[in-house]
């Protein structure tokens, strides 16, 4: 493989995971499988070999967490790239560009996914290096387990072979048209990207000049040390994503499949999904689970008892106690939001 910069994006506030995670301390610090966290799962997925130490962008309140839990992991970041506000992933990426020599190629991963099968993400990401430091702009395509609503969609232009153009890229359907892009071989967009620095500021000028024009200013002129702080003007910045931005209107997409067990960790759902593909009950800490199916049960620092019941999330942290119908999970919202108007009434 060739050497590659892996770019951890962790500007999420990760409030569809609460009260386990919180716009303080979000969800890819935390530990949902094993003992490492979500941040450091991440970086350790693509340590090593010919992978450069990673680069890192987040806000002012994460920078301490940032480069202790990858001390702590063993891969210390080349450089924290600290956002003064959150304008989207197009903007992230772009800063990270700008702080690399071009010719580097990029590996943009969120900090907050998991992927259980990591020979079959290296495999891929293998492919997906290559392929990019030839010029293209490679997303990765996640296989789809099943027609979800939650995820936009890829069409690939074949389906033979490692990698393959990107036909278009689909916003999150409805459960109908999930179902026909499933069958018809489409992928789930994963949000992750390889691409040189060179090209991905070639073509962000192309197409949202004025994100590359405000990310530059917000460059100090000495970013020579770890810790690089974005100016104010990082803010004059558009909000928007590198899909909208340029994934979606460039020629030079491709799309390499993934089918590695990936997920991005959107809901409590998701994290049962992940922790249980057969079904069951998971818990985590001092829990008791009587005549409990189909649920995710986590104590973190209270014994919990739940008896009797299926389909349900129940979480304790200090932050406050979770119990919800699992399948409502995308309604942790409603419960996010009342503590943010409490905490601020």
């Not at 399948?327 to 942790?332: A, G, H, I, M, P």
Request: net charge negative; glycine share 8%.
């Amino acid at each position: 493989m060739a050497t590659a910069t892996p770019v951890i994006l962790s500007g999420g506030s990760g409030t569809r995971l609460w009260p386990l995670s919180s716009a303080t301390r979000p969800k890819q610090f935390h530990s949902l499988v094993g003992d490492e966290t979500l941040i450091q799962a991440t970086v350790r997925r693509v340590a090593g070999g010919e992978s450069a130490p990673p680069l890192v962008v987040c806000n002012r309140a994460h920078v301490a967490e940032v480069v202790a839990q990858l001390e702590e992991a063993g891969s210390p970041p080349s450089k924290v790239v600290v956002e003064p506000m959150g304008r989207n992933t197009a903007p992230a990426v772009a800063a990270a560009a700008l702080a690399l020599d071009p010719d580097t190629v990029m590996m943009v991963l969120p900090a907050d996914h998991l992927i259980p099968d990591e020979e079959a993400f290296r495999e891929a990401m293998s492919v997906a290096v290559e392929v990019a430091a030839g010029g293209s702009l490679v997303t990765f395509g996640v296989v789809p387990t099943r027609p979800d609503t939650g995820y936009g969609y890829i069409e690939p232009a074949g389906t033979e072979g490692p990698a393959h153009r990107v036909e278009r890229f689909v916003e999150k359907p409805d459960a109908d048209t999930a179902a026909r892009y499933v069958a018809a071989g489409y992928l789930w967009n994963s949000g992750m990207f390889v691409f040189r620095a060179d090209v991905i500021l070639e073509e962000l000028r192309r197409h949202e000049p004025a994100v590359v024009e405000a990310v530059a200013a917000a460059l100090p002129t000495d970013a020579a040390g770890t810790v690089v702080e974005l100016g104010e003007e990082f803010g004059d910045s558009p909000a928007i994503s590198i899909d909208h931005a340029v994934m979606e209107r460039t020629d030079r997409a491709v799309v390499v499949p993934l089918d590695a067990g990936w997920t991005d960790v959107g809901s409590w759902n998701s994290v049962w999904e992940a922790l249980a593909p057969e079904g069951g009950t998971v818990t985590s800490g001092e829990v008791l689970a009587v005549d409990v199916q189909r649920s995710y049960i986590r104590a973190e620092s209270r014994p919990v008892a739940v008896i009797g019941l299926d389909d349900v999330v129940v979480v304790e942290t200090p932050e406050g106690v979770l119990v919800m119908d699992r399948r409502r999970s995308q309604d942790v919202r409603l419960a996010a939001e009342w503590r943010a108007s409490r905490d601020q009434g």
